[in-house]
């Protein structure tokens, strides 16, 4: 864990977080978003002073179960909808953006 | 045209007074009428509605309505999915997007035989406090179109307030339906989290979002809460208590001491402390209580929800969600940055990049297992408080309804205006709004905090206020 101290944010710490964020900034936007950033951190960073905090218990957590029942029931509707708002489609051969590099 | 209520149009409908189509009609009208200058609609759906209200005639015309919100004309916040129609949530990347599926609310509405009159404006993504971050444009406050009507939910109140149509469902993350009925004059509920199903909300902030009810009264409040609210198996964060608690008669209701700020403008705090007295004469019994963890709560609350944002808003890669208008011949990574930085607003992209850093490596412990950790402190507070009164009381919001572009440029200015809400949602608790005075004009609305699952509660003291309130 780095040490709580007070953090500059430059223009390189945005960029850097930017990627993280799969956000991508005009180089005229970088600046001013710094400045805000540094404001909103500022902002945030009063956690940082305080000592005294609660036990998080998982016994806290309601004993439900993570399955969930889906519906039952026609789709077919759903599955159109769906489809339709592929960029480019013949029938059922859908087409999207090539995601594998060279 | 009348400013009906749900229990007014039922009333109406019964006697054949009026029906289901006329009404939709007028609505629609004065929504043509009057939306240009409020921007209260997105959109509005009037071959649904009409559709609707047509099966709903027919039902009353029998005699036998499905339930008090049949052919009754609601909005809907637009990150609320309807089957077939559009959701935007206020964002340029989900302009094209038409929703697959209901949301449950939705189907329970539809079950209900409600009418869906449009979809309302909202801040991007709900993420705001006064539905500027729209990327459509800002919705103007119908008490006075030069000040906001508040956010996220916005369009919403402001259409309710203006008579656009009878009732409305939003959602509140951090106060984003408590905060547009105050600033609108209207009654709004964040209900108990886990009480009303998420399914078919768009995500913000998993652990804090709650879809509600914004009305005219709490009658009405009430009647679509009982709608909405109930088990959905498709949800599994739902918490739902196996007994309800039960009811006491005499009320004892806490006030925080941490939530009267000097900071608040002296007309919410005249318009406050006329309402305790109004209150004590009436035979209430007060008693000043303490909160220690409340002046953290917006910190903790901004780490948080951003963290859960950077989480789910990272499925927008203009892929997924609504048919894009941007050819980019360039390679996926590069058109996924480049998406997303085109088409997510300014507040949005803040999020992300606040919930990206506090969730990096080296300061994941020092930011967002330490705002966990604080918030059960928050938690505890208000546990704790609710062993000693059975409700507590404390402002909205710390103004008066701001001007348009008062607050817009200065993104902490703007979080403060969630100073006295967001501290309930990371309690998980049940928060009713109520309009209490318009000094100058301008609303100034309460809130009534509950513990778990005491909506009732609220409901009850809810009604008796606005009775005594409409006599004074």
Redesign the interface.
């Known amino acids: 864990m780095k040490k709580e101290q007070s953090l500059n944010i430059d223009l390189n710490l945005v960029k850097k977080i930017a990627k993280l964020a799969r956000l991508e900034f005009k180089e005229e936007e970088l600046s001013n978003f710094a400045l805000e950033f540094q404001q909103i951190l500022s902002f945030v960073s009063q956690i940082l002073r305080e000592s005294s905090v609660g036990h998080f218990t998982i016994s806290r957590v309601q004993p439900f179960s993570n399955l969930r029942e889906d519906e039952e029931g026609d789709s077919s509707t759903e599955r159109e909808l769906l489809l339709e708002q592929f960029l480019e489609r013949e029938g059922d051969y859908l087409k999207i953006r090539k995601i594998l590099e060279k | 045209m009348e400013n009906y209520t749900i229990l007014d149009l039922y009333s109406l409908y019964q006697k054949k007074e009026v029906s289901p189509v006329e009404v939709v009609e007028l609505y629609l009208q004065k929504i043509e009428a009057e939306n240009p200058k409020l921007f209260c609609y997105l959109f509005t759906t009037p071959e649904l509605a009409l559709e609707q209200a047509r099966l709903s005639e027919k039902r009353w015309a029998c005699e036998n309505p499905l339930s008090f919100l049949d052919g009754i004309p609601l909005s809907i916040k637009d990150n609320i999915l309807i089957?077939?129609v559009r959701c935007t949530a206020g964002s340029k990347m989900l302009e094209?997007?038409?929703?697959?599926?209901d949301a449950t609310v939705i189907s329970k509405l539809k079950k209900a035989g409600a009418v869906f009159l449009g979809k309302t404006n909202l801040d991007e993504f709900a993420m705001g406090s006064s539905t500027e971050n729209s990327a459509f444009g800002p919705t103007r406050n119908p008490l006075d179109p030069e000040r906001v009507p508040g956010g996220s939910s916005g369009g919403s109140a402001a259409a309710v307030s203006a008579n656009l149509c009878v009732a409305s469902l939003g959602s509140d993350t951090g106060g984003s339906i408590r905060l547009p009925a105050a600033f609108c004059g209207v009654v709004g509920l964040k209900p108990t989290y886990?009480s009303v199903s998420r399914y078919g909300l768009i995500a913000m902030a998993s652990s804090l979002d709650q879809i509600g009810p914004i009305t005219k009264t709490v009658s009405d409040a009430r009647i679509l809460f009982e709608v909405i609210s109930g088990k959905d198996?498709?949800d599994?964060s739902?918490?739902l208590p196996e007994e309800m608690p039960e009811e006491k008669e005499k009320i004892v209701i806490g006030v925080p001491k941490e939530y009267f700020l000097s900071e608040m403008e002296e007309e919410v705090i005249g318009a406050i402390q006329d309402f305790l007295e109004l209150m004590t004469e009436k035979g209430y019994e007060f008693q000043e209580i303490s909160l220690p963890s409340l002046p953290?709560s917006?910190?903790?609350y901004?780490?948080i929800v951003a963290s859960e944002i950077?989480s789910n808003l990272?499925r927008y890669?203009d892929?997924r969600?609504?048919?894009?208008k941007v050819k980019v011949e360039r390679?996926?990574w590069e058109?996924?940055?480049?998406s997303?930085?085109?088409f997510?607003g300014k507040e949005v992209?803040?999020r992300?990049?606040?919930?990206?850093?506090?969730l990096?490596t080296?300061?994941?412990?020092?930011?967002y297992k330490?705002?966990?950790?604080?918030?059960?402190?928050i938690?505890?507070d208000f546990l704790r408080a609710f062993k000693k009164v059975d409700l507590i009381l404390a402002p909205v919001s710390p103004s008066l309804p701001f001007k348009l572009g008062e607050k817009i440029t200065d993104?902490?200015k703007m979080?403060l205006s969630d100073i006295f809400t967001v501290s309930v949602n990371l309690a998980g608790l049940p928060a009713l709004s109520i309009p209490i005075a318009f000094p100058k004009g301008l609303p100034v609305g309460i809130q009534f905090i509950a513990p778990p699952f005491k909506e009732a509660t609220l409901f009850k003291i809810g009604e008796k206020v606005e009775a005594f309130l409409s006599q004074r």
């Open positions: 089957k077939g094209n997007y038409v929703a697959s599926y886990g198996t498709r599994f739902q918490v953290l917006l910190p903790v901004y780490v950077s990272a890669d892929l969600y609504g048919k894009k390679d996926f058109y996924y940055f480049q997303r930085g085109e997510l992209k803040r992300i990049m606040l919930g990206t850093f506090v990096s080296g300061y994941y412990e020092a930011y330490k705002a966990v950790l604080l918030r059960e402190n938690r505890e993104p902490v979080y």
